[in-house]
């Protein structure tokens, strides 16, 4: 067997430096292909049905599908739906940290190749995808966006909208914050170039995670105030919590 130049490189960069785990960083590697190891793969819990058909929340026991969880009866939310892919826990929580504080290019290709697999959104035909933006002080912090960076790679194919929704105030970080107090904390924080680009009437909103809703809520109220006919959110990951 003859090997070109490219692929004995790699295979002896992969013996003087054995591929790592993107979440926990050990070794050793599963397989050609995979960017983490069999115990990190294992904590993964993808977001599966039954869930609330609004908001996406899981229901835990035999509720079966088509339901729409209290909360969303309750306070019927701004954007139409919203899913995400997986459970916040595990290995997906270790990797989004690496993303968003380390500035972990491989953590991101790991987590947005995964994320790629469980996209549930075949009922939504969007005309843009949209990232939750952050305010042009913590941008300037942290010099770029995870949401923006997982919106390119997880839907290359739709229109990605830059401008078109900004963060007007810097607000405090919502992992500080109980739910009642997130909701006070983005009222108003977000603002659209408004009309909205001619043709754009649905909009796929993109966040990294998904715990209260109140983040995504705020950004849908103020597309669908600036024209957008309908706003479907995707998170690469949910809090999951106990049903009401």
Not at 38 to 62: A, K, M, N, W, Y
Not at 64 to 89: E, L, M, V, W
Not at 131 to 143: D, E, T
Not at 196 to 225: F, M, N, S, W
Request: contains cysteine.
């Amino acid at each position: 067997m003859q090997w070109s130049p490219a692929k004995l490189f790699l295979i002896i960069r992969d013996i003087l430096f054995p591929p790592c785990c993107a979440a926990c960083q050990a070794r050793p590697f599963v397989q050609e292909g995979d960017r983490l190891c069999h115990d990190c793969l294992e904590s993964i819990r993808p977001i599966e049905p039954p869930v609330c058909t609004v908001c996406g929340q899981p229901f835990h026991g035999p509720q079966g599908t088509g339901h729409t969880c209290g909360r969303c009866i309750k306070d019927p939310p701004s954007f139409n739906t919203a899913r995400s892919a997986f459970q916040y826990h595990g290995s997906v929580r270790t990797l989004i940290h690496r993303i968003k504080y380390n500035d972990d290019g491989y953590a991101l290709r790991a987590l947005a190749s995964l994320a790629m697999e469980h996209v549930l959104l075949d009922y939504v035909k969007p005309d843009m995808v949209i990232p939750v933006p952050l305010h042009s002080k913590r941008l300037r912090k942290r010099g770029f966006n995870q949401s923006l960076r997982f919106a390119g790679m997880i839907f290359p194919h739709i229109p990605l909208g830059i401008d078109v929704l900004s963060r007007t105030l810097n607000t405090k970080p919502q992992t500080e914050l109980s739910m009642k107090e997130r909701l006070r904390n983005v009222k108003n924080a977000f603002e659209t170039a408004s009309p909205l680009p001619e043709g754009v009437e649905t909009i796929l909103l993109l966040d990294d995670v998904y715990t209260t809703g109140a983040t995504v809520r705020a950004c849908a109220k103020v597309l669908k105030k600036a024209g957008a006919k309908e706003v479907h959110v995707f998170t690469v990951a949910r809090t999951v919590m106990v049903n009401s």
